[in-house]
């Protein structure tokens, strides 16, 4: 489904804007039924729930990294 991969990356790379239905509908030009259903058929899920899902994952993601930098600057192998 490369037409759905692409929309998947759309949202991955634009996580940061004011995503919705209706935008993204409008960026690929289909209508919001559609990608409902597509999202449900490659997804099991809806597009508001997986939009949340991969913006709490990366929020995960940044939190794990600042940990670890956190940690790097109590090691002894942080420079003095």
């Known amino acids: 489904p490369a037409f759905f991969n692409s929309i998947e990356q759309y949202l991955e790379q634009n996580l940061s804007e004011p ?3 209706q935008s993204v509908c409008s960026v690929f030009g289909i209508s919001q039924t559609y990608l409902s259903r597509l999202f449900r058929k490659y997804k099991n899920m809806s597009f508001n729930e997986y939009l949340t899902a991969i913006r709490i994952e990366v929020l ?7 940990y670890a930098g956190a940690l790097f600057e109590r090691s002894e192998f942080a420079p003095a």
Not at 60 to 66: C, P, W
């Open 60 to 66: 995960g993601l940044l939190g794990a990294v600042r």
């Open 19 to 21: 995503l919705s239905l």
